[in-house]
């Protein structure tokens, strides 16, 4: 039974770029929720999809949007990256929004 | 806002002592809160977790306590070992949204 995946691994992109993160949840779970963890820091909540709908959204910027997809898969779109914006992005699946949350590898997003 | 304080952001023990983490979160409203470990280079990995309506809970080696008026709750790792060692984060949470910590930066020295 496969766990939650990301793809891709490492990511080096340009300012002003935009990117997308991709996120598999584990078998089973139909929630994905996106968090953004800076070095030596925990990690912050983005936003969570459920049904294909952005059921809750933490204090990030417009250029933070995402999507879900019918097989719960979910994707992370930057727009605009700034070199703040570069850190680890981790999603996490749970079975229902009130559950406990899995995380996935993470992505680590260099913006140079 | 919504905030949660973790102490200390690093801790050194001996192997076979215990270790204590405590958290502090300000939404009264939460009523989930998990523990996480994260290892350099992995994912926060979910240790034990516990709801508001339990007060006490406990696996093997691992504790977490809760204090609703206080809006508390601990961590305690009895009998540590060097694989104990690692970050380790709280987190509250209302609705699914979770809040996390700073971190502890645990030590188990053989």
């Known amino acids: 039974d496969a766990g939650v995946t990301q793809s891709p691994t490492h990511l080096i992109k340009t300012r002003g770029q935009q990117v997308t993160l991709r996120c598999s949840p584990k078998s089973g779970h139909d929630t994905v929720s996106w968090y953004q963890q800076a070095l030596g820091q925990g990690p912050q909540f983005i936003f969570q999809y459920y049904e294909e709908e952005e059921r809750q959204r933490g204090n990030f910027p417009d250029r933070f949007s995402g999507h879900q997809f019918p097989n719960y898969s979910s994707e992370l779109n930057v727009n605009a990256l700034l070199l703040g914006d570069s850190a680890l992005y981790l999603c996490?699946?749970?079975?229902?929004?009130?559950?406990?949350?899995?995380f996935g590898p993470g992505t680590r997003l260099t913006v140079t | 806002g919504e905030n949660v304080e973790q102490h200390p952001s690093t801790l050194s023990v001996q192997e076979g002592d215990s270790a204590v983490i405590k958290c502090t979160y300000s939404d009264s409203a939460s009523n989930y809160f998990p523990w996480y470990k994260q290892e350099l280079g992995k994912r926060p990995q979910l240790i034990i977790d516990i709801r508001s309506n339990v007060g006490e809970k406990k696996d093997q080696r691992i504790a977490v306590t809760l204090n609703k008026t206080a809006k508390h709750f601990s961590l305690h790792i009895t009998e540590t070992q060097p694989e104990d060692s690692a970050v380790y984060f709280c987190?509250?949470?209302?609705?699914?949204?979770?809040?996390f910590g700073q971190g502890t930066e645990l030590s188990v020295k053989p």
């Open positions: 987190a509250a949470s209302k609705g699914g949204k979770l809040i």
């Open positions: 996490a699946s749970s079975r229902g929004v009130l559950y406990e949350q899995y």
